[in-house]
């Protein structure tokens, strides 16, 4: 379900500021709408970082700040985050094949996962130059997603006496387990202050779906027309960023005031995955080629 694919080389803490470089915003992009839905315009700006061979976008904050993982010429994925225009790597001590960073809040904090030598996954949050373990589930498999100001974390383990992936969401003083009705595989994405969950879940043919859970409820939510639904993040107002999957590829969605708007940035229109949303009308995520591989660009798209 949209995993990463690491390299086998051992990484090491470093902080290494590198070149940041985004280029000129491209024109407006008006919105496909759906019926009825008023007229939105989406401005996208390209987000680069030299060096990297790949860049994978997760999320950015109310201050503009992202995060996300790029792929170094020697084959290693590395943690990233972009503040004031100038990206820094941020490796786990533990990895040694790859950092991944997912979700940053408003106060900074960072949550994502490391994998050590055999592909095993362990999830954390990260600030001040300090790495905290996130353990849903003592010894299963863990990858943390997002976080909200409050300090809830989202992610997904796999149990392995289930023999399935499930959500989960909370702090270290407790968290909820989610398994999706008719699921055989639910992760959580994204939260809000409200405390509601964004989630994608599979069904029985293994087909992806998006979803929300607010008040010990469960409330699917896909895109009209898509084959699969990525949910994705989720602000305070409640807008929603999803990407999703059709005939012609991977675009990008944005539900707000109860309207679906579709888009793609022009550079990839059949490539474009959304994956984080902040409070300032601005989203963040990530270009893939034909294969579904990431690019070495990433994208912003205010609206």
């Excluded at 080389?9 to 470093?14: E, L, N, R, V």
Aim: aromatic share 10%.
């Amino acid at each position: 379900m949209n995993a990463v694919r690491p390299s086998k080389k051992a990484a090491t803490i470093f902080a290494a500021v590198l070149t940041f470089a985004t280029l000129a915003i491209q024109q407006p992009v008006s919105a496909q709408a759906l019926p009825q839905a008023p007229a939105l315009t989406f401005t996208f700006s390209p987000v680069n970082v030299a060096g990297a061979q790949a860049l994978a976008i997760y999320a950015v904050n109310n201050s503009g700040n992202m995060v996300g993982t790029y792929l170094d010429s020697a084959g290693s994925w590395h943690g990233l985050v972009i503040t004031a225009g100038k990206a820094k790597t941020i490796d786990h001590p533990g990895a040694a094949n790859g950092t991944f960073i997912y979700g940053i809040n408003s106060k900074g904090v960072l949550a994502g996962f490391y994998q050590d030598a055999i592909g095993g996954s362990y999830g954390f949050t990260y600030s001040g130059g300090k790495f905290t373990a996130v353990t849903p589930s003592a010894g299963a498999p863990t990858q943390v997603y997002g976080l909200n100001d409050k300090g809830q974390v989202t992610g997904s383990f796999f149990d392995l006496g289930l023999n399935k992936r499930r959500a989960f969401f909370g702090t270290a003083a407790g968290y909820t387990v989610l398994d999706a009705p008719n699921s055989i595989s639910t992760l959580a994405w994204g939260i809000n202050n409200a405390g509601i969950v964004t989630l994608v879940w599979q069904n029985t043919a293994g087909l992806r779906n998006g979803a929300i859970y607010t008040n010990k409820k469960f409330t699917t939510v896909n895109v009209p027309g898509a084959t699969e639904t990525l949910m994705r993040g989720i602000n305070t107002a409640g807008d929603l960023a999803l990407s999703y999957v059709d005939a012609t590829g991977s675009h990008s969605a944005l539900r707000t005031g109860g309207k679906f708007y579709k888009f793609s940035d022009p550079v990839m229109p059949n490539g474009t995955r959304v994956t984080g949303i902040n409070d300032k009308r601005t989203m963040a995520g990530n270009l893939l080629d034909s294969s579904g591989n990431f690019t070495a660009n990433g994208f912003k798209v205010t609206y």
